[in-house]
């Protein structure tokens, strides 16, 4: 019998119950004109043998089989005398079925389907299926089912109402419109009613009239800046009606004529710079720069008619750094800074921002490394690249012998970024210019939000930075010692996504040539501290920097298991050098910061009872020497670390006592009327940056008068909550001469201690912590800390940390938080099923997977609700993708989380070429899809070249090195 019975060869079988069907009653074969003229045209075809089946008892035991030939033309006869002989067998009675094939056949081919099995709607009423839609939550719980039958015609009548109610409301909306019109004609001083009109008309637009619309929409905004010059809500509105409506070559030149008019309009400026930088057909490093450096040239002409021009200056010089940064053209960025600090501080030379030809010696063995390992190109390129873009990212020092093999794009001198930088006018923003500097290699100091609204403006065009280095800052600025560090989890996951995310150079351990770049930011923070050397707060918080620096160094180092007794000698040994110096000895908050670093260096381990640590002995020695003295900040610091350390240490009695004399209820008071005071005496200018990093004596005294209640009181938190809730209620905070920046300051400390009080070992229910922490975040949303806590809310379930997180309107901070909770929770499980597996339980395999599988579906869905695509994006994430949609970071982690063993190349290829049409000008991205997309790697070459980002190997120059 062959393998496919209703397929067997023409050869006329005998059927193998033959016998049988010899019994049997025979039918005649009915033939009409075409068969006889079939049979005519082919002597040797045999029609099939037909068999009558006589009924069965029962449709349950009911079999058929059949067998088929492999000829066309007799499957074609075979049908007509099978469909002939059916008839013929019904008109005579047809109480038996004939059928094609042998009943001991297998099975049949059902050559001739019934249609009418195909359609819900032509099914019997008793065979048609009853589908329901389940709503299942991950990781379990209750099944919810809804019968769409039922959903239907409620669904009719609100899409009926709907549509009356629009109706209703256009013609409402028309006669508003009119209304404000003639408002606006007798007093176009209003400013809401501009902003009324403008959603208005955008509310009425219709698919026929939306051009015009928008045409009359930027109309009125032109006649309301006419009224309102400088307002930032009328430039936001006219940049993004302008952006929707015309192309980026019209928005330009309507662009530049505003500024004709307006030349000191930031908003106006970035609009312009992204219209090149932001366009993938636009963007072209030259051209950008070409930008950048008409609109300094603009602002610098006119600083001496405008006081905010040095502001401004500084504003489009951090955009302008950051765009060199994100395009690889480090050697460019850091002769630019390297300019900027001469410019201000023309007595000192800034040789760390220099090549030197010892520090890039070992990159030549680790190219012959990778020459050697037989890779494919694309791969044996990207390492290439990477390892040149963490040696060689500091230009030549300008002098004619560097002993170094040349690199022309290196060769970076004062008039290629003279355009791009002017000196100062006055001294006041240079402490912020140098903090700038410091930001942007990549040190993360913005740990609060005041300080980062200071430092780094959001602009939805620009988007914030691209460094992943910046969920770092909790590291280096710990907020308390009185609670052990963040669970392992979270740190674990936080290492994890910083090793795959970071771009070199680098400070991260796992990066190669790290040193060098951890070398060279620690010489800048000391030769910035030399710059203020004639402002001593300003000095000092360059100093504390710098020591946050190695205890960022330090406990990098213990999360990657690479911390090496030779690493502590050095780094204790620089740091005593340090405050050896005499302008050093006296300042006590520089001891504090050592004692932080070795008591971190100890593991943060209880002390022995026969001898106190190292950093106990260092903050006793500080306090037993500051008693002399009156009682200040730095002394009042150093008595709150050490009190948090004895409790974290478990003696509670110590910590007590250390407080007890020097914070007081009366001292807190006192201080309150004095800000009180001096707040109302001196004008409203904004907080001092040095003021964000030097100890402040109201929010220590805050702090230490709560740690007091709390020990004193039996760990209750009652009275110190409450004193808080007081304080906020001082007329320090009523103050209309009070400064935003200050208060936003105090209040955001002071929230800060209220979670710290609320998480101190005592029972709190979670229904207590959520309202502060949700308040919080609402007000200061870059706020770290506050981020940190949100995203360990092991028992609050995910949807509510995903919206809470989302609702901070954080950007970038809200969105690595996300996929750091996410992850935070997956790890969990797994660590709970591979306990479950070492005690035998077979179904740890299988979960884990499962648990992988919902890591990654959370992932995806985090990513693909901000898309335009997503028919059911809400308002706030509509808003929050125009932040993230200029940030690299969101698209690497996209394009991540898609590739993975069961990747989908055009998927990713598809996520690719969406953020390289948001983000033309990312390097980043570009290496990231040679990895993923590697079947483009000529084509992403290409356009590298094409917009001129920078690349430190070229493959025929490594196919020949590699044939060397």
Known sequence: MPLFPAYASNEPNEPPNASEAHQSQQLPVPTNAATEEVLQNNRSFELPALVLVPPQPSDSDFTSSSEESADDDQDNLADNQSSGAVGNAIAAGGEQRILEFDKDTGFY????????????????????????????????????????????????????????????????????????????????????????LHQLLGDSATKSNRLAVAEQQLHALETAMEQHPGNEKLL????????????????????????QRQPQEYTLWTALIMTTQGTMARCNVPDV?????????????????????????????????????????????????????????????????????????????????????????????????????????????????????????????????????????????????????????????????????????????????????MLLAGLADRWTYALPPKSGDYMETMMQLARELYVCPSFMPQAIGHELYERCIAKLLLQCSEVCAANEAQRQVFIILWLRLQRLRLQ?????????????????????????????????????????????????????????????????????????????????????????????????????????????????????????????????????????????????LLRAVCLQLYLQHNSSKVEALAMLEATLQHRLFQLPQMEATRVRFLREQICELQLLMLQLPRRCALSELLPHLQHGLLEFPRNQTLLQLCSTLDTTQWIDVRCRLKQTKAGILALLHMIIAARCRFLRHQKSHDL??????????????????????????????????????????????????????????????????????????????????????DKALYMDGVTYVPQEFSN????????????????????????A
């Open 836 to 921: 479950a597996a070492t005690f035998g339980y077979q179904t740890a395999a299988l979960d884990a997977k499962l648990q992988e599988d919902y890591l990654r579906n959370r992932l995806l869905s985090i990513f693909e609700s901000f898309l335009p695509t997503n028919t059911r994006r809400t308002k706030l994430e509509a808003e929050q993708y125009a932040v993230l949609r200029r940030n690299s970071l969101y698209w690497r982690c996209y394009l991540r989380c898609l590739s993975n063993e069961r990747t989908s190349f055009e998927q990713s290829k598809t996520c690719l070429l969406m953020a390289l049409d948001e983000c033309p000008w």
């Open 289 to 469: 720069l070409a930008i950048y450096s008409k609109c300094m040239e603009r602002l610098f002409r006119e600083r001496d008619h405008d006081e905010r021009a040095d502001e401004l200056m500084l504003k489009l010089f951090h955009n302008c750094v950051l765009f060199l940064r994100q395009s690889a053209n480090t050697p460019q960025m850091f002769a630019l800074l390297n300019l900027a600090l001469e410019l201000n501080a023309p007595h000192l030379q800034f040789d760390c921002l220099a090549a030197s030809a010892q520090d890039e010696r070992p990159l030549v063995d680790y190219e012959e490394l990778v020459l050697r390992s037989g890779m494919p190109m694309p791969e044996i390129w990207t390492r290439i690249e990477r390892l040149r873009q963490a040696y060689n990212f500091l230009p030549y020092p300008q002098q004619a012998n560097v002993g170094i093999a040349v690199d022309p794009r290196r060769c970076i001198y004062t008039e290629d970024v003279c355009a791009y930088i002017y000196p100062l006018k006055t001294q006041t923003y240079r402490m912020q210019l140098l903090l700038l500097v410091v930001q942007l290699t990549k040190l993360p100091l913005l740990r609060t939000h005041c300080l980062a609204e200071r430092l780094c403006t959001r602009i939805d065009q620009i988007g914030d930075s691209e460094a992943i280095e």
């Open 236 to 259: 936001q509105c006219y940049v993004a009606t302008a952006s929707v409506t015309y192309p980026d070559s019209q928005v330009a030149s309507k662009l530049e004529e505003l500024l």
């Open 556 to 700: 990098l180092r213990k999360l990657c298991g690479k911390l090496t007794p030779q690493f502590l000698k050095e780094t204790s040994d620089s740091q005593r050098s340090l405050l050896r110096q005499p302008a050093n000895r006296q300042v006590i908050c520089f001891y504090t910061q050592v004692a932080m670093f070795e008591y971190e260096a100890l593991g943060e381990d209880k002390a022995e009872d026969s001898r106190p640590s190292s950093a106990f002995r260092v903050l006793d020695q500080v306090l037993a020497m500051a008693k002399q003295t009156p009682l200040d900040a730095d002394q009042l610091q150093a008595a709150v670390v050490y009190a948090e350390m004895l409790m974290a240490n478990d003696s509670r009695d110590a910590a007590l006592k250390l407080l007890v004399p020097l914070a007081s209820r009366e001292l807190l008071d006192a201080e309150l009327e004095k800000v009180a005071e001096l707040a109302g005496k001196t004008p409203a200018d904004p907080l001092p940056l040095e003021q964000y990093f030097l100890p402040n004596m109201l929010t220590l």
């Open 940 to 963: 992403l070459q290409d356009v590298m070249a094409e917009k001129q980002i920078c690349t430190f190997a070229i493959p025929e120059e490594l196919n020949v090195l590699r044939e």
């Open 109 to 196: 081919v059902d050559k001739k389907p019934n249609n009418a099995y195909l359609r819900l709607p032509t099914l019997p009423r008793l065979s048609r299926p009853n589908y329901k839609r389940s709503k299942l939550r991950l990781g379990g719980g209750p099944r919810q089912t809804k019968q769409r039958a039922k959903q239907r015609p409620r669904l009719r009548l609100v899409e009926e109402a709907a549509i009356k109610t629009s109706e209703e409301q256009l013609t409402q909306l028309l006669e508003r419109i009119q209304e404000l019109k003639k408002l606006l004609a007798f007093e176009p001083q209003d400013e809401r009613n501009w902003l009324e």
